[in-house]
């Protein structure tokens, strides 16, 4: 595995993060201690170094196993965790994106990962009434403590993050330094603003269900079970989402691989530092996600694949792509314009 620099900052992670959502039972559809155990080992024999867990994952389970799995070796990983939802339904100081809330869940958070520091520290989800101005003084404090080294932003609007990164500039407070979002071939309105935004302020990007719950592996298009029955699960599976994941599933066969391998190369093969997520239940499924780093997709494989998934991206943004549009803005010399 190569790494890369996260976004505007020096810190190197591996392309591929693991994800441990699946880390603990607690939730009823984890693994348990020794296949997380097993995964993590495989995960760090193919030279991953980027740890992503968050503080409510299976109760705080999750954090709890990374700690002990990363053990003696805490310096060796770059461990990413979140805070925001609540942890305690009946305080309504025990979520959100508030200043009390950030400070009692790093808290626990370096209690449970039984270490002195967050290497990066992601607002979760954004909640819509704090202040910006509040969340990045936190993060700021917590980066000058040396508690947090590196901040981002999960789940949020695109102007909330170029506000905040404005303000940090202004006031020389700690940068945003990373983006985390969903995208898949299932899943692409982030490129109406999200992805641009992260271009523009070079902001990398960590891609969270990558795989759109199994869908893009294809085992929907495998219909009904063997007496015949279509499944719940396959009841909410729309006809366009099998199509596209047929065209996955045909690339798949064209290249040797799998659908998830096709599914996270063309992730990885979009502009801009896309570093997937995998996260898995069993080592089988693990294995099959970090060889997706060998499949390379060429360009007419690429093109089918985003021809077949293409969203519209809506005003401004086809609006300003009008040839009409681009000559009252360029005049004759449009097509001279060097972008």
């Not at 495989?42 to 389970?61: L, Q, S």
């Not at 960590?206 to 592996?217: D, K, R």
Request: hydrophobic content about 40%; some cysteine; overall charge negative.
């Amino acid at each position: 595995m190569n790494y890369e620099l996260l976004g505007n900052s020096g810190l190197r992670v591996s392309e591929l993060a693991l994800g441990t959502m699946t880390f603990g039972e607690e939730w009823g559809w984890g693994a348990g201690r020794d296949a997380c155990e097993e995964m993590f080992d495989r995960y760090v024999e193919a030279g991953g170094n980027f740890i992503d867990t968050a503080n409510n994952y299976t109760n705080g389970t999750s954090e709890r196993i990374v700690g002990e799995l990363v053990g003696d070796e805490r310096d060796s990983f770059v461990v990413a965790t979140k805070y925001t939802l609540n942890t305690r339904p009946t305080d309504p100081n025990a979520g959100g994106n508030h200043r009390k809330n950030v400070f009692q869940s790093v808290e626990a958070s370096l209690g449970r990962l039984e270490t002195e520091y967050i290497d990066l520290l992601w607002v979760h989800a954004w909640d819509g009434i704090t202040p910006v101005e509040e969340v990045m003084r936190a993060l700021n404090d917590l980066v000058s403590s040396g508690t947090v080294h590196y901040i981002g932003f999960s789940d949020t609007p695109a102007w909330v993050v170029s506000r905040a990164q404005t303000l940090a500039k202004e006031r020389d407070w700690a940068p945003v330094s990373a983006l985390q979002l969903k995208y898949n071939l299932l899943e692409r309105t982030p490129e109406r603003e999200l992805l641009p935004m992260a271009l523009e302020l070079d902001l990398g990007v960590t891609v969270w269900g990558p795989l759109e719950s199994g869908i893009l592996t294809g085992k929907y298009n495998r219909a009904a079970d063997k007496n015949g029955r279509v499944t719940e699960l396959e009841q909410d599976v729309t006809d366009h989402q099998k199509e596209v994941a047929q065209v996955v599933m045909d690339v798949a066969t064209e290249t040797d691989a799998t659908p998830a391998q096709v599914a996270l190369a063309w992730i990885r093969q979009q502009p801009g530092q896309l570093l997937p997520i995998v996260g898995a239940r069993t080592p089988k499924q693990l294995d099959d996600n970090l060889t997706s780093l060998g499949v390379e997709l060429d360009e007419a494989q690429l093109g089918r694949l985003d021809e077949m998934s293409a969203i519209e991206l809506g005003f401004p943004h086809d609006f300003l792509q009008q040839p009409f549009v681009q000559t009252l803005i360029f005049g004759e010399a449009g097509g001279k314009v060097q972008r």
